[in-house]
Each structure stands twice: as C-alpha cells, then as structure tokens.
C-alpha cells in the first residue's frame, strides 16, 4: 500500500477516540482517506481528530452512540457532507460486562448488545444504500477471538454480542457483494491498550504472553495493519471472514481456575 493508497475515500471508524479504533483511524488518515472518528465520548473523539489533524492529515471527531439510529443517521450525513461519500466503515465501538452471568443485570446485557451488534447493524444500514449505489465499499467490524471461543477478560454478554457480530459480517457479506461491497471482520486476541492494561496486573500480562505462541500481545498497530489489508483493493475477493489477529492464541488456551478468580467466584 502506498502512501495514498486511501486518497479521496471517507472513512468512519466508530469507537476511535482511544484504543484500537484509534489506531485504525490513523493508519487511514496516514495513508489519505479523510476520516471520522464517531465516539460516544464526542470530547475525546475531538481531542483526538485534532491530534491527527495535526500531522496534517483531514480527520474530524463527531459525537456519536452508535446504538442509536438518529445519532448514527446524523453521523453518516456528517461524513457524506464533507467528500460526497462514505467508502469505507469500520465498527470498532464495543463495551463489556466482566461478571459471571448470574450476575450480569439484565440492562447490563441488552446495553452490550445494544453497543456491540445493533450498532453495527444500524451504521451499515446507513451506509449501505450509497455504498451501493457507488458499487464501491468496505465494512471492517471488530469482533473478537471470543467470538469463537469464549472471552477471558469479559463476560458472556460480550462473547455473544461478538459471536453474532461475526455471524451478520458473514450475512452482510452475501448481502453486499454483488454491488462491490466487502464486508469482513477482525478477531483481535488480547492488545495492549490502556484499558486492557487497568484490568490486567503484571501477572496477569505475563499469563497471557504465555499463552500466545508468537511470544508477544498485539499492539493496536497489528490490528489495524489488518484491517487497511481487508478495507484494501488487495482484498477486492476477501468476502465474510473473520480474521483471528491474536498470535496464534486460539490455537490453544485454557485456564479455569483464574476465568472464575477474574469474576470474584473462585472454585
Ligand atoms: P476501548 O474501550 O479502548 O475503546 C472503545 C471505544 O468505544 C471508546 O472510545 C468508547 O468511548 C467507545 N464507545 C463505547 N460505547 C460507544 C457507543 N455506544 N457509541 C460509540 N462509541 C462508543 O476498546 P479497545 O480495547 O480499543 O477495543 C476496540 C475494539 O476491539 C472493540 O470492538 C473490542 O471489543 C475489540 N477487542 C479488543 C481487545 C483488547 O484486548 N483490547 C480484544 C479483542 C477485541
């Protein structure tokens, strides 16, 4: 990819004020696309927009819950006003309850799901009609190696919210394709962003290098190589797959004993 190999696309990336999404926003912008970082947390999404405005690339924050379809009509006309069109969205916006599940409260578990599928249902279906009227576009959702498995760090709310985020990614796929729309999705094994850093001690850090054969956690940087590959001509064929980006991690993990520790009902 070269550096403008974004040039003259519009990205939105949701959740991008801090974190993954954060990284994905500014690898778009390094490579040219104007991008719009949509967060619940609109300060946060304005900080960091002007962060990378500063390198002098056009992105622009937009105060955003995606689990909310006026917000999310707002934001994608917000970013079609500014280069007529939205190319490409990445669904990065993503909470957690970290109970066991008699403990999750039940507002508790439809928020996640709220947040983590409905949201990137309703800002595809935002995007969508344009997208397909340009016969052009790319939907990059995060899910999550507990998608496939089960989250360590998080509880079932989440795994489920992940597990059908990837089954709509594989739906949505079928959908788009035949008007030029890839859709794919990312599976993330643990990353190192300062949220997984406050809920992950030194032990806990070590446990879980251990447990991935390339012998390091991902930074935000490795996920989002990735997701410009699937959001990338290079990709034009890549329809529904959920890439796992976890260092080989789900080749193989268990340990029982700290899952329930983590959740405060140790057997
Ligand atoms: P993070 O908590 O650092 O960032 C999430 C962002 O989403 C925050 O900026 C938050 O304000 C925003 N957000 C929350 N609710 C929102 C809403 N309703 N509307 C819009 N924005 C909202 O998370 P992260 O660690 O950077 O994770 C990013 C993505 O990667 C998530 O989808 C997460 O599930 C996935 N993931 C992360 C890890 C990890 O180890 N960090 C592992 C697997 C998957």
């Given at each position: ?64 819950d995606v689990s909310d379809s006026?917000q999310v ?20 916006a ?17 928020r996640?799901?709220d947040v983590?599928?409905t949201g990137?249902?309703l ?145």
């Amino acid at each position: 990819m070269s550096a403008a190999s974004f040039g003259g696309r519009t990205a939105i990336v949701t959740g991008a004020a801090g974190g993954i999404g954060n990284a994905i926003a500014g690898a778009f912008a390094a490579q040219g696309a104007t991008v719009v970082i949509a967060d619940l947390d609109g300060r946060a999404a304005e900080r960091s927009a002007q962060q990378l405005a500063a390198t002098g690339a056009d992105v622009r924050g937009f105060a955003t819950d995606v689990s909310d379809s006026r917000q999310v009509h707002s934001l994608t006309e917000f970013a079609t006003s500014l280069r007529g069109s939205v190319d490409i969205l990445v669904n990065n916006a993503a909470i957690t309850t970290t109970e066991i599940i008699e403990d999750i409260d039940e507002s508790a578990w439809r928020r996640v799901l709220d947040v983590n599928l409905t949201g990137p249902f309703l800002c595809a279906k935002a995007v969508l009609p344009q997208m397909r009227r340009q016969r052009y576009g790319k939907i990059v959702n995060i899910a999550s190696v507990a998608a496939k498995r089960i989250s360590f760090n998080s509880g079932a709310s989440y795994t489920a919210s992940k597990a059908g985020l990837v089954a709509f990614t594989r739906h949505l796929a079928y959908e788009a394709a035949p008007d030029g729309i890839n859709v794919n999705a990312v599976c993330p094994g643990p990353v190192l962003t300062p949220m997984m850093e406050s809920v992950s001690d030194s032990t806990a850090l070590a446990q879980r290098r251990n447990e991935i054969p390339a012998g390091r956690i991902s930074v935000p940087d490795d996920q989002a190589g990735v997701v410009l590959f699937l959001a990338s001509d290079a990709a034009s064929m890549v329809h529904g797959q959920a890439v796992d980006v976890d260092g080989g991690a789900l080749l193989g993990w268990t340990d029982t004993a700290s899952y329930f520790v983590r959740r405060g009902a140790p057997r």
